[in-house]
């Protein structure tokens, strides 16, 4: 028991690359564990949602030649209410933010973020714009982040199975979205200002804080 | 060429002599106006003169000399090349008179430049920001504007080199998102998170008089940004009575990427692969363009070797292939025919996309055009392929599309007869591309004012005559026909030797401005640059095609049903990368 | 081409969903002529980049994988050479042009120096990349004059985490010339060959200035 509870060591260059699954944690999930997981990463429904260049290798990625709905994720839902997978496809502005967090907000728990792109996850050859946000990691609890400007399609369905592999490894036991208490609050909206305002930047008194 | 420019002058400051002067600075070419007279002008122009295609308006902020100058681009819808017109205003009082009721293709570029350099337009009935939002602090193409992550004012940054200590640029700003707050700014709460006031207030000015009380029946509907059928973060607002469109406004800026402003930071070369993501679907064409501006500044001391001429005509070529087969798959998508003939357009784009990759070395991201060439020779086995497609597999494969769509009851009953514009209609909303030439007029720049070789090679510039959603779409076929007979002329003839002469990184161009412009797949895709001699250009500006055919989109929809305006908005084909910049 | 319209109402429909039928059809016409060999094979997936590609056409990664092109770019690597003695030698030299010509400036170098005498050694003492900021143009591959950075094919990059996995420092950029010439081996045997012809001249200047040398000592 000790055993398996012992963190797995993992070399540092491999550090983000892989999911920690022991063998030990993995034969530890009940049946019900993986029952759930096996339905959950096999039928991952993005939002039909795209943002710029990247969007268009989502959509090749989508059609005839790379096809991910052999991994069950062809249908892209125009509505979050349907979706479980957000990928943020292209360059984040400010003017769009509030949209991609109302989306976010919309879509029902469990619910995961890919960044696809260097835009996405980190602002991108744009970033130093006065109207984009470096990274969507700003806002969202972001699960993926893949690479590339833009990542082929046989990057992003790499970045979808390791998606997978995130979902393989968790227990319904120990999700958030299960767990009354501990389930996390909207995000807050940012309002267009003067520039972009996140409320959390501001205190109570409705002043910006240093 | 250089006649119709000579022949012009005379006229325009004889007819003028005291409010019209030829512009004498070094390099440039055009009239200076003044501002009070722009309007007499520009109607004499247009009148008399037959420069009836203004084709785009932008601004220079001047900042050394307090000036901002207003400059527009037109062109006679005949051929021939451009005809500059600036007018020059102090940077505190910026006012202009407004030119939308003489051209309306005006109306959002007159916006756009508003919201960069806060020029006013006197007489603009709907002066808002457009790519931007309402409430934003500063206009950002000014030049003394800078943003949150400034780090110098030109590119190379000094601090990258050889004392790089990497720092991310979010550490630098005192709020970690990147915004820098002004000083005198508001408590929280004072923000409405709702900007949109302004712009249901100005929709309710376009309405007839009668219905401008928005009481019981009109329903105000907002599409997008996130709607599967507005390619991308599109937003359209609309007043409908039932489903009737009574006004519609489009809404952009939400992929506002900065283009401009980076572009004048960065080098001239640095530049080439930003050009790509601007229409991100077709970004071979947009290098050509944006080659053939800064050519055009270079003058004739670049040579370009003949097989990177045949090259750049022939990867240009099959964008547009790549761009219409794309083009049709999704006004397809938008009608209803969820996805299938996207699918079939989308194999022969993944080949092309392979040939791409091989020569270019990205699929979408190609960065293949250089001053004076292109970068690389395409492999033997890519030409093979090439040859391939072009002369067997493309052909037949445009055929079965139009046995597959263009008979299909079902579009033509969606498309013929709607959302018409009429040839001068056309002009006037400076409608450029496709778009232009479905309603009757046969206006393509590869035609008007040949670039690269393209006089060399024997083709017919298809037209249309409906000016319906039909009419755009079969257009599209008709241009990708045509495109394959310039290949096939292309493959046959093109000579061997090297592609590219000599490759600095350090471009420099001699001061000056140019117009350059090329046939992107959407239309007229034109490059305004300013050199101020340095490595740098001093203004950058992109006249981008779908930007600018979006100003007919109102015009058409009026009075139509919704879904209709979603088939005319596919037919219209933008992109948004493009649309905001 | 704007043909009449079709008396028969309906006809256009039909049309289409034959040319939707054929393509159906065509799927499992090639799956019986390739019998066996259509998935799954390296020659299947050249079929179905090639131009006669009919029916499915479907690229089953992670199972099947399209090849990159050698032309293809991704992230840039730094090239090292390795010497008969074992030693790796980075081929970068710092000359920063390669970060001065990065368009959205992603690369930082900071330059080595001798602490003895407070010159520059050409060899970097950091390198970092920002892969969050690169857009894989390519230009610092095109423009580096020692062919020491260059653009990877490895595209399979997915990470849980950016902060540290996407700022690629020296380490983590570097690769062998064994696997440059792996990935692009016509672009590697033509810069060995340039190198060689240099190398050559070099070693024959070299020996004629030797010659020359022990000429004029003889004259002396
Ligand atoms: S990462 Fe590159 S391709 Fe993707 S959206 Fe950003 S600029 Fe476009
Ligand atoms: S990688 Fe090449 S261009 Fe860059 S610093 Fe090193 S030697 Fe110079
Ligand atoms: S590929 Fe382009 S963006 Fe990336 S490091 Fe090289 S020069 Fe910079």
Redesign the interface.
Known sequence: MNDENKPVEVPEELLNQVAVTSMGELASQSFIDKAYNWGRRNSVWPVFFGLACCAIEMIATASSRYDFSRFGMEVMRASPRQADLLIISGTVTKKMLPQIIRLYNQMPEPKYVLAMGACASGGGPFKEGYNVVSGIDKFLPVDVYVPGCPPTPQALIHGLMKLQEKIDSQSIKEVSWYDKENRGDPIPMPVLGPDLMDPRDFSANGKAKE | MSEQIAAAPVDLISLFPDQVKADERVGYEGFMVEPKALVKVVVALRDELGYDYLSSVTAADYIDDHKIEVVYHFFKSTGGTNLTLSTQVSREKAVVPTLMHEFPSMELQEREVYDMFGVEFTGHPDLRRVLLWDGFEGFPLRKDYKEAYFTAEKKPFTNRWPEGHITRAEDATPYKKNVVYPDNLKPFEEYDPSVENLLYSGMKNFLPEDQRELNTEPVMVNFGPQHPSTHGVFRMAAILDGETVMALKPVMGYLHRNHEKIGERNTYLGNIPFTDRLDYISSMANNFAYVVAVEKLMGPRVQIPERAEYLRVIMSELTRIVNHTWAIGFLLNDLGAFFTPALYAMIERELILDIFEATAGSRMMCNYYRFGGVSRDIPEDAMAKLKGLVYERLPRKIDELDIYLSENEIIRERTEGVGILSPEEAIAYGASGPVLRASGVPYDIRRAEPYGIYDQFDFDVAVRYHGDTYDRYVIRLDEVRQSLRILQQALKTIPEGPVLLKNPYNVRVPAGEAYGRAEAPKGELGFYLVSDGTANPFRYHVRSPSFINLTSLEKMSLGLKIADVFAILGSLDIVLGEVDR | ???E??NL?????I??AL??MR?FIDTYLDDIRMLGKRYMTQESIEY??????KGI??????DE??P????????PFLVYDTHEDGTDMIRCT?C??C???????C?????TIDEKTGR?IPEPA?F?I??????????CA??CPFDAIK?DHD????????T????FNKE?LMKPASYYAKIRPTYFEREEAVRLEKEAKKAAAAKTKAERASKSAQAD
């Open positions: 081409m704007n043909k319209k079709n109402y309906g006809t256009g429909i049309k289409g040319v939707t393509h179905r980049r090639s131009k006669d590609v056409f479907t690229v089953q990664y992670p994988k399209l990159p092109q050698e032309e293809f770019r991704f992230i710092s920063g042009i970060s001065k010509v990065c368009p959205p400036q690369i930082w170098i900071v330059q520059p950091e970092y920002d892969i969050d900021i690169c857009m894989n143009c390519g230009f095109e423009f653009m595209y399979e990059l997915a990470s849980y985490d950016r540290k996995a996407h700022l983590r």
